[in-house]
């Protein structure tokens, strides 16, 4: 066995994000959400304060939805009460329809038509406001801009409540002027007539859909292979997503509130986007959420952008290799062996595709190596090796860099 002169650099991939970014761009109009003591405004002089200066008509709507999602704070208590306007400035707490009200109230003053909408919504609320199927009761408000009705949701612009019950601040514009076919995810109005959508879906089909975040469609992804959900399954799940060639995706399952081994699902990109298998070590209920990234982003951390809820009537305990960031960074694709476990002293045989790579080689946790592969032509790496130790990891040499990069990391079985 020969050493590795040159440092390995092991870029763990985040397949199991506990924090998941979320910061987006605020527009000049939220400069306009300034007073903050506003207790001694009326809905008039706060509605005249917010649009001062403004003259146009969207700016408008969108400096009142940013002062309410800024300033008033979900509270599950106020489920029930009667929440005018008046009172939810007064309190800065509410519930969605206190949040509409207060958006209707302020527009109606800044001579901006709008209307309350009152449906169901994907999410968590007080056990009072959930339907038996889970949906939640819920608010929101249309807005008429442009000569066209728009779409906007001042509560979930504002944050969301975790699952503890507990609300958890977070301005999201997402919910400002949502395009109706990305509303109707997540929001199902009374009256069908105001999904503003070409084909209104049905309730069944509303709650059949996945649970779609709004980072879903900032990062342009569309669903491949499965959109309906639950999903059963017999021990094992290969889910596909369209995606962008400069986005990352990773996916993590769980069980009973538990996140399970990160090395349940592995995810490699396909021509168009991505390819997600999983495996469910018991049988069961399970929820997969899909995470992204911009790949390249100088945060490592990922949005999760949709959930499936699984069921499997069988188990399958097989792990996938570990997975480090440069994999996907760098565009790989692992043909075999899948498996992320091996047999001491038992050949593996070795197929990736890892573009632009000089060199790939397996080393030991000692660093020592095990083997190098050069490329063919198209970028493939292949070969076989014996491990006699624990843990091999794959690292690749790539343009611009002197350091080894991690790539993938596989164990014995035991």
């Known amino acids: 066995m020969r050493y590795l002169g040159c440092i390995l650099v092991i870029l763990t991939f985040c397949s199991a994000p506990s924090v998941l970014a979320s910061s ?10 300034a007073p903050l003591s506003a207790t001694s405004y009326s809905i008039r002089s706060l509605a005249d304060s917010l649009t001062a200066n403004i003259s146009d008509e969207t700016a408008k709507a969108r400096a009142i939805f940013s002062w309410i999602a800024h300033n008033v704070s979900y509270d599950v208590s106020c489920f029930g009460l009667n929440e005018s306007a008046d009172q939810v400035l007064l309190k800065r707490r509410a519930v969605c329809a206190g949040y509409a009200n207060l958006f209707e109230a302020l527009a109606d003053s800044a001579d901006i038509q709008s209307k309350t909408i009152r449906g169901e919504a994907k999410g968590i609320g007080p056990p009072a406001a959930m339907t038996p199927d889970g949906l939640l009761k819920h608010d929101w408000n249309a807005v008429y801009l442009d000569g ?36 109707i995810y997540d929001h199902l109005p009374e009256d069908p007539r105001w999904q503003l959508v070409p084909a209104p ?12 975040k709004p980072a879903f469609f ?22 596909t997503i369209e995606a ?12 009973a509130d538990t996140q399970l081994d990160t090395r349940h699902t592995f995810t490699q990109p396909t021509e168009d986007g ?54 996907q960074e760098w565009g790989c694709r692992l043909d075999r062996p899948l498996a992320g476990t091996f ?16 060199e790939v080689l397996i080393a030991n946790t000692n660093n020592e190596v095990l083997t190098r592969f050069k490329p063919t032509a ?31 990391e596989y164990s014995a079985a035991k």
Request: hydrophobic letters at 35%; a negative charge.
């Open 24 to 33: 987006r761009s605020i527009t000049n109009a939220d400069s306009h959400s």
């Open 244 to 255: 962008p060639n400069d986005i990352n995706i990773t996916a993590t399952i769980h069980h």
């Open 148 to 183: 066209k009705w728009h779409l906007l949701d001042c509560a979930w612009g504002a944050g969301r409540i975790d699952e503890y019950g507990r609300f958890v601040p977070r301005y999201d514009e997402h919910y400002f002027l949502t395009p109706p076919e990305q509303l």
């Open 201 to 212: 879906i049905s309730r069944n089909e509303f709650i059949h859909r996945p649970i779609v």
């Open 274 to 327: 991505y390819e997600i298998h999983v495996t469910f070590p018991h049988p069961g209920d399970y929820i997969l959420r899909v995470h992204a990234r911009r790949r390249g982003a100088a945060s490592p951390f990922y949005d999760c952008a949709v959930e499936y809820n699984i069921h499997t009537i069988d188990a399958n305990t097989q792990l996938f290799p570990k997975t480090y960031l440069s994999f």
């Open 378 to 408: 198209d970028s493939i790496f292949a070969g076989s090796v014996a491990p006699d130790t624990g843990t091999i990891r794959l690292f690749g040499k790539f343009p611009g860099y002197t350091k080894y990069l991690a790539l993938l």
């Open 218 to 239: 900032e990062y342009d992804l569309k669903l491949k292979s499965h959109t309906l959900h639950p999903i059963d399954t017999d021990g094992e799940l290969l889910l």
């Open 343 to 358: 047999n001491l002293n038992t050949p593996m045989e070795f197929e990736l595709h890892a573009p632009g790579a000089r």
